[in-house]
Antibody, heavy 121, light 110 residues
Framework: EVQLVQSGAEVKKPGESLILSCKAS????????IGWVRQMPGKGLEWVGI????????RYSPSFQGQVTISADTSISAAYLQWSSLKASDTAMYYC??????????????WGQGTLVTVSS | NFMLTQPHSVSESPGKTVTISCTRSSGSIASNYVQWYQQRPGSSPTTVIYEDNQRPSGVPDRFSASIDSSSNSASLTISGLKTEDEAEYFCQSYESIIWVFGGGTKLTVL
């Protein structure tokens, strides 16, 4: 059974750093693209970017390029979303999700449960 | 990059049929597959349609979708509405490995 289990909720101050994790199981981690999606409170879904863990190839939304870093650790089948300096506007629910099939374009067929990030002074 | 525009909300009665549109701002809607996600409050999204009109296993055939090149839009149709269909629905497509989500449509079944 494919599962994506995300790390727990975070409360941070502006300027702090943060790494969210997404632990995958039930499939060959290196053979599927995995992505991140932001959902600000009461708002819609925003595509952050994706990574192919097998080669660490990444693609970012222009809106998030330079603001976050996506990485993966194939030894433990985990993907990460990282900030070096958080802003209050980063407050949102963040989901990781697996891309269906062997390509980078398609849909997300399995989702994590989401991690709520709150950034407040 | 292009945008996908959806109506903010739609409502319909149980047993009826509703259609949600998703209009692409630039580039052809037919050039890349369109997906549709359902998100119930407090839950992660799930796919109800992928690759324009494919239903994942477990999604009832009350859900269908199509592409209309003349209006450069995609549509999700839900027939025989049930109260459990009340949710937010998002369309999604891509171009050059950049994915775009529509703003979402809140479906109320009343």
């Amino acid at each position: 059974e494919v599962q994506l289990v995300q790390s727990g909720a975070e409360v941070k101050k502006p300027g702090e750093s943060l790494i969210l994790s997404c632990k995958a199981s039930g499939y060959t981690f290196t053979r599927y693209w995995i992505g991140w999606v932001r959902q600000m409170p009461g708002k819609g879904l925003e595509w952050v970017g994706i990574i192919y863990p097998g080669y660490s190839h990444t693609r970012y939304s222009p809106s998030f390029q330079g603001q976050v870093t996506i990485s993966a650790d194939t030894s433990i089948s985990a993907a990460y979303l990282q900030w070096s300096s958080l802003k209050a506007s980063d407050t949102a629910m963040y989901y990781c999700a697996r891309v269906r099939g062997d390509g980078y374009n398609g849909d997300f067929d399995f989702w994590g449960q989401g991690t709520l990030v709150t950034v407040s002074s | 990059n292009f945008m996908l525009t959806q109506p903010h909300s739609v409502s319909e009665s149980p047993g009826k049929t509703v259609t949600i549109s998703c209009t692409r701002s630039s580039g052809s809607i037919a050039s890349n597959y369109v997906q549709w996600y359902q998100q119930r409050p407090g839950s992660s999204p799930t796919t109800v349609i992928y690759e324009d009109n494919q239903r994942p296993s477990g999604v009832p055939d009350r859900f269908s979708a199509s592409i209309d090149s003349s209006s450069n839009s995609a549509s999700l149709t839900i027939s025989g509405l049930k109260t459990e269909d009340e949710a937010e629905y998002f369309c999604q497509s891509y171009e050059s490995i950049i994915w775009v989500f529509g703003g979402g449509t809140k479906l109320t079944v009343l």
